[in-house]
């Protein structure tokens, strides 16, 4: 598949429609003031998005979504273990944080998954005008190689670029760094740029 | 000593001594062949057990078409056949989401896939360690046939 230049602008600006929504409706959830620096877009190869977190073998969560609908595809967010900590104090902020399980740190994450994910294809869909439904959440904590892999069998693309999203947010002074990977579908990119007018 | 890291759809092979590395193998799957009277070790890291289309030109992103290749690759470094054996490692499956374990059971194919293709080779699986829903990273240490596996929170073991 060769992409031009025009195709990953088109990506990027969908990344940022899409993560910027994704980061309002985080706000909401987490009821504070959140600053935000204006979400990176990066075209990256799926291979390669482990190196963004520190390599193959760095321990972190990621929250997944199956894209369903017009495109297949799927959305996975990663975030480091500091950085989902920090994340689960600030939306359970208020409740006694030694009460909190395991159980429902994941429930937090997945539900942070959910918004994220949703908004995020919301966006894409309003753009594209194609419907795009996620499917419920799943989580694990390992390593990136192996959650990345995870994602690329499913979608079998890891020679072609994907929309990776890097976004940092503070949250009363507390940095959480996230990154939210949208990996298309060949036929769902085929889709999207077909939707806009642009051939592929 | 060589440490080489194989990474997704790549394959090496080495002689005498050195280390060859899988990190991080999710639904990937890993397999070590050795021949221990030559002391050559090659490893293959596989995306997906057999090629989908024509344009998948690569013949070490797939189980079925990487395994026969990385045996040919040993027998031209002067490997012997009948000595060759294999150790197996990943095909896990990271995510469960209801409803599509069709989409995601491919680590269990990649494992199945593996062993069938071994099989037809007359390769003799000497040790294993696949399945579940965790990563593993994966060592194969040519001096000796030894693979270490490695993982988050369920410790190290030598297959």
């Given at each position: 598949?060769?992409?031009?230049?025009?195709?990953?602008?088109?990506?990027?600006?969908?990344?940022?429609i899409?993560?910027?929504?994704?980061?309002?409706?985080?706000?909401?959830?987490?009821?504070?003031?959140?600053?935000m620096?204006?979400?990176?877009?990066?075209?990256?190869?799926?291979?390669d998005v482990?190196?963004?977190?520190?390599?193959?073998?760095?321990?972190?969560?990621?929250?997944?979504?199956?894209?369903?609908?017009?495109?297949?595809g799927?959305?996975?967010?990663?975030?480091?273990r500091?950085?989902?900590?920090?994340?689960?104090?600030?939306?359970?902020?208020?409740?006694?944080?030694?009460?909190?399980?395991?159980e429902?740190?994941?429930?937090?994450?997945?539900?942070?998954?959910?918004?994220?994910?949703?908004?995020?294809?919301?966006?894409?869909?309003?753009?594209?005008?194609l419907?795009?439904?996620?499917?419920?959440?799943?989580?694990t904590?390992?390593?990136?190689?192996?959650?990345?892999?995870?994602?690329?069998?499913?979608?079998?693309?890891?020679?072609?670029?994907?929309?990776?999203?890097?976004?940092?947010?503070?949250?009363?002074?507390?940095?959480?760094?996230?990154?939210?990977?949208?990996?298309?579908?060949?036929?769902?990119?085929?889709?999207?740029?077909?939707?806009l007018?642009?051939?592929? | 000593?060589?440490?080489?890291v194989?990474g997704?759809?790549?394959?090496?092979?080495?002689k005498?001594?050195g280390v060859?590395?899988?990190?991080?193998?999710?639904?990937?799957?890993?397999?070590?062949?050795?021949?221990?009277?030559?002391?050559?070790?090659?490893l293959?890291?596989?995306?997906?057990?057999?090629?989908?289309?024509?344009?998948?030109s690569?013949?070490?992103?797939?189980?079925s078409?990487?395994?026969?290749?990385?045996l040919?690759?040993?027998?031209?470094?002067?490997?012997?056949?009948?000595?060759?054996?294999?150790?197996?490692?990943?095909g896990?499956?990271?995510?469960?989401?209801?409803?599509?374990?069709?989409?995601?059971?491919?680590?269990?194919?990649?494992?199945?896939?593996?062993?069938?293709?071994?099989?037809?080779?007359?390769?003799?699986?000497?040790?294993?360690?696949?399945?579940?829903?965790f990563?593993?990273?994966?060592?194969?240490?040519?001096s000796?046939?030894?693979?270490?596996?490695?993982?988050?929170?369920?410790?190290?073991?030598?297959?």
């Amino acid at each position: 598949m060769q992409l031009d230049s025009m195709h990953l602008d088109i990506l990027k600006e969908l990344g940022n429609i899409g993560a910027g929504n994704a980061a309002t409706s985080l706000s909401q959830l987490l009821n504070q003031r959140v600053d935000m620096s204006v979400p990176e877009v990066k075209l990256l190869k799926l291979r390669d998005v482990p190196y963004l977190l520190g390599g193959p073998e760095i321990p972190v969560i990621g929250v997944t979504v199956l894209v369903e609908g017009d495109g297949e595809g799927q959305i996975l967010l990663l975030f480091t273990r500091d950085s989902a900590e920090k994340l689960i104090k600030n939306v359970m902020a208020g409740f006694p944080q030694n009460e909190l399980s395991e159980e429902m740190k994941i429930s937090v994450l997945l539900e942070v998954g959910n918004i994220v994910s949703s908004t995020f294809l919301n966006a894409l869909a309003s753009f594209t005008n194609l419907k795009l439904i996620p499917t419920v959440p799943a989580s694990t904590t390992d390593m990136a190689g192996a959650i990345l892999d995870s994602v690329l069998v499913m979608e079998a693309t890891e020679d072609d670029l994907i929309i990776t999203v890097v976004t940092d947010f503070t949250v009363q002074g507390e940095m959480i760094e996230g990154y939210l990977v949208f990996v298309p579908n060949r036929l769902s990119l085929e889709k999207i740029f077909n939707s806009l007018g642009v051939s592929l | 000593m060589d440490r080489v890291v194989v990474g997704i759809g790549e394959w090496s092979v080495l002689k005498l001594n050195g280390v060859l590395v899988c990190l991080g193998l999710g639904s990937c799957i890993g397999v070590a062949l050795y021949d221990p009277s030559k002391k050559i070790g090659g490893l293959l890291h596989a995306l997906l057990p057999i090629p989908q289309n024509s344009n998948d030109s690569n013949p070490t992103k797939f189980a079925s078409t990487g395994i026969p290749f990385l045996l040919d690759e040993m027998l031209r470094l002067g490997a012997n056949k009948q000595s060759i054996v294999a150790k197996i490692v990943g095909g896990s499956q990271m995510f469960s989401i209801k409803g599509r374990e069709d989409k995601i059971n491919i680590g269990l194919r990649n494992t199945e896939v593996a062993r069938e293709t071994l099989r037809k080779l007359s390769i003799p699986i000497l040790g294993e360690d696949t399945g579940g829903n965790f990563g593993r990273t994966m060592e194969f240490l040519v001096s000796t046939g030894v693979v270490r596996v490695k993982t988050i929170g369920r410790g190290e073991k030598e297959i």
